[in-house]
């Protein structure tokens, strides 16, 4: 009753005010003219902008009944807006509820990846873009090759490759083309071998896990290798989330 009561007394609020506004820019006006000098041309200012002033009090104080007669919590900084207050009631106690060992290992190792990838940072890039070797003349393109230029091979491949030759193997032919590659390569090397190291046998476990809990998802099993690694690495954190509220999710149906 009293959130109500506060809500109803900022609307009359404002529209007091909005009367109160028009009332006096009327009357300014009617003077500037009637007039035949500068002075009430020159206080035709100070009558508006008392008008406006009005205004914005009104919708300040109606703004703040309002959001004290919201329910609480909703007008609280980065708080679900516009829910009615049985549905609010209904998502505070969802969100009291714990999460288990399995949703609280998920979510933590999602996070874990994620940070992995800002502490290594963006990947290079290729010394040469689409558009340079667009620009070439085969001649051009000629003395690169001849010359066993990486930068230029490993550009063409990132731009207009498959991406096979950016994945690690023990073919000799393949070593022997990225054999120059100083950029690229490299790079994707390092994020795929820092990954095995600290993360594949942790997120090849959790899959287990859910797997026992019945949810499984292949993304958690994609390889982390070449010019696809990050990406991998991403779409594996994103799943981790997601399987940690489906678990929840299967928990609150049984």
Same mark, same amino acid.
């Given at each position: 009753? !009293?959130?109500?009561?506060?809500?109803?007394?900022?609307?009359?609020?404002?529209?007091?005010?909005?009367?109160?506004?028009?009332?006096?820019?009327?009357?300014?006006?009617?003077?500037? @003219?009637?007039?035949?000098?500068? %002075?009430? /041309?020159?206080?035709?200012?100070?009558?508006i902008?008392?008008?406006?002033?009005?205004?914005?009090?009104?919708?300040?104080?109606?703004?703040?009944?309002?959001?004290?007669?919201?329910?609480? +919590?909703?007008?609280?900084?980065?708080?679900?807006?516009?829910?009615?207050?049985?549905?609010?009631?209904?998502?505070?106690?969802?969100?009291?509820?714990?999460? &288990?060992?399995?949703?609280?290992?998920? @979510?933590?190792l999602?996070?874990?990846?994620?940070?992995? %990838?800002?502490? @290594?940072?963006?990947?290079?890039?290729?010394?040469?873009?689409?558009?340079?070797?667009?620009?070439?003349?085969?001649?051009?393109?000629?003395?690169?090759?001849?010359a066993?230029?990486?930068?230029?091979?490993?550009?063409?491949?990132?731009?207009? +490759?498959? !991406?096979?030759?950016?994945i690690?193997?023990?073919?000799?032919?393949?070593n022997?083309?990225?054999?120059?590659? /100083?950029?690229? %390569?490299?790079?994707?090397?390092?994020?795929?071998? &820092?990954?095995?190291?600290?993360?594949?046998? /942790?997120?090849?476990?959790?899959?287990?896990?859910?797997?026992?809990?019945?949810?499984?998802?292949?993304?958690?099993?994609?390889?982390?290798? +070449?010019?696809?690694?990050?990406?991998?690495?991403?779409?594996?954190?994103?799943?981790?989330?997601?399987?940690?509220?489906?678990?929840?999710?299967?928990?609150?149906?049984?």
């Open positions: 009753m !009293g959130g109500r009561w506060f809500a109803n007394r900022g609307q009359v609020v404002q529209t007091v005010a909005a009367s109160i506004s028009a009332c006096v820019a009327l009357v300014a006006l009617y003077f500037v @003219l009637r007039s035949n000098n500068s %002075l009430p /041309k020159a206080s035709v200012v100070l009558y902008s008392g008008a406006v002033s009005l205004l914005l009090i009104g919708a300040v104080f109606g703004r703040r009944s309002a959001l004290r007669a919201m329910p609480k +919590g909703q007008n609280e900084p980065g708080a679900v807006k516009l829910l009615p207050a049985e549905d609010w009631k209904l998502v505070q106690r969802a969100a009291d509820k714990p999460f &288990s060992l399995l949703q609280e290992d998920a @979510l933590r999602s996070v874990e990846l994620l940070t992995f %990838l800002k502490r @290594l940072g963006p990947a290079p890039a290729p010394k040469y873009t689409e558009e340079d070797i667009a620009k070439m003349s085969s001649a051009e393109m000629k003395v690169l090759i001849d066993h230029d990486g930068d230029f091979a490993e550009a063409t491949e990132y731009h207009h +490759g498959d !991406g096979v030759l950016f690690q193997t023990a073919n000799a032919y393949s022997k083309i990225t054999a120059h590659w /100083k950029r690229l %390569l490299p790079w994707y090397q390092k994020v795929s071998a &820092s990954y095995v190291l600290e993360f594949k046998d /942790k997120v090849e476990k959790m899959c287990n896990r859910f797997a026992v809990e019945g949810i499984a998802d292949e993304t958690l099993l994609l390889p982390v290798e +070449g010019k696809d690694g990050e990406k991998r690495i991403r779409a594996i954190a994103a799943t981790l989330w997601g399987l940690a509220f489906r678990i929840r999710e299967k928990a609150a149906s049984l």
